[in-house]
């Protein structure tokens, strides 16, 4: 992959960090801008969206949430965000909302070229491999476009919901446990609430479903997880 042209946005309120990320990033071959708050950030986005962004939660004026509400609107691109120790509750919050994978202050600036490689590889990397669409009767999946169609109508999901449903669509049948599906979405599980699972799948029925409380294709499997059901 490469990844010259690849921009990362590094949105951080201490300088030393953002310096010391930034020259990390750039050795690796990255192309970095910096914002010091969430109003600059916006600023910077709105003119060019980077192709990923290393976000700290706690910012002055607008907060990491709020710029990761912003940029989910808007697509797909991938956050990584930073928070402190004291933080749990701000991780989990963050990777509900869409935030692809997490370093906690202090890091090691490696850890954090190594963190944004692996994003970047697996939110690439996972539709690069010309796969192929799927279609179950009034459901087709589309990974080159990550275009979802049910009933003729396209379908907006975030990029969580659709590597979700993608990865259980293409193993029709087959059971994936949270754990399993926690590793295989989110690339970690040691630090999220298997229960973030349960939310994107419950987003993903509502999104999908005829019926969300009688689901056809996503369905549960009771004490162990989730399997997709192609239908007829």
């Known amino acids: 992959m490469n990844h010259n042209q690849m921009t990362i946005l590094i949105v951080e309120d201490e300088p030393s960090i953002a ?4 020259l990390y990033l750039k050795r690796a071959g990255y192309q970095v801008q910096t ?3 969430g109003r600059s950030a916006l600023q910077v986005m709105a003119l060019n969206m980077p192709d990923l962004l290393v ?22 691109t991938p956050i990584i965000m930073v928070t402190s120790r004291r933080e749990e509750v701000d991780r989990i919050a963050g990777l509900e909302m869409g935030a692809d994978d997490y370093v906690v202050k202090p890091f090691s600036p490696q ?3 190594s963190r944004v ?8 990397g996972a539709i690069d491999n010309v796969e192929r669409p799927l279609a179950f009767g009034n459901l087709a999946i589309n990974p080159q476009t990550r275009l979802v169609i049910v009933n003729g109508k396209e379908i907006a999901l975030t990029a969580k919901e659709f590597e979700l449903l993608w990865l259980l669509a293409r193993h029709p049948r087959q059971v994936f446990s949270r754990q399993q ?52």
């Open 55 to 76: 976000l700290d939660v706690m910012l002055p004026s607008i907060d990491g949430f709020e710029v990761m509400r912003w940029v989910r609107e808007r697509g797909d």
């Open 19 to 22: 310096e010391v990320a930034g």
């Open 35 to 37: 914002a010091g708050d």
């Open 111 to 113: 850890e954090l070229v």
């Open 181 to 232: 599906l926690l590793e295989r979405v989110w690339g970690l599980s040691e630090f999220i609430d298997p229960s973030t699972v349960t939310v994107h799948v419950r987003r993903l029925r509502e999104k999908i479903e005829a019926n969300p409380s009688e689901p056809v294709h996503i369905l549960t499997v009771w004490g162990i997880g989730y399997r997709f059901e192609p239908g007829e």
């Open 117 to 124: 490689r692996a994003v970047l590889r697996r939110t690439r």
